[in-house]
């Protein structure tokens, strides 16, 4: 059994930042891909960034209001913690950020369905 804690969400104006983190349980994290996701009111739960355990690669999410160039997903395996630095926040990005553990495939996927793991969320208000 793995849980997630994810912290570090707010209210911030547009333009601002914030590092969200994510603690891990579980004697491999190390082994984890490790994903964020984002869900707005009304909204399906979307890809944002992964990081993989194996060779430490990173993905963003390519989606029209893209945040590759903006977030940043690492990992600190001595932690156990993931985190997702946001910069250059937009109103749009407002939405609860849920973190997520895959701990069963060798590269992570940008699905919902791959992670079995979840944390509980962290709300993300940017204001205009």
């Known amino acids: 059994q793995v849980q997630l804690v994810e912290s570090g969400g707010g209210l911030v104006q547009a333009g601002g930042s914030l590092r969200l983190s994510c603690a891990a349980s579980g004697r491999t994290f190390s082994r984890y891909n490790m994903a964020w996701f984002r869900q707005a009111p009304g909204k399906e739960r979307m890809f944002v960034a992964a990081h993989s355990w194996r060779g430490g690669s990173t993905y963003y999410a390519d989606y029209a209001d893209s945040v590759k160039g903006r977030f940043t997903i690492s990992r600190d395996n001595a932690k156990n913690t993931v985190y997702l630095q946001m910069n250059s926040l937009k109103p749009e990005d407002t939405a609860v950020y849920y973190c997520?553990?895959?701990?069963?495939?060798?590269?992570?996927?940008?699905?919902?369905?791959?992670?079995?793991?979840w944390g509980q969320g962290t709300q993300v208000t940017v204001s205009s």
């Open positions: 997520a553990a895959d701990t069963r495939s060798l590269l992570p996927t940008r699905l919902v369905r791959g992670y079995d793991y």
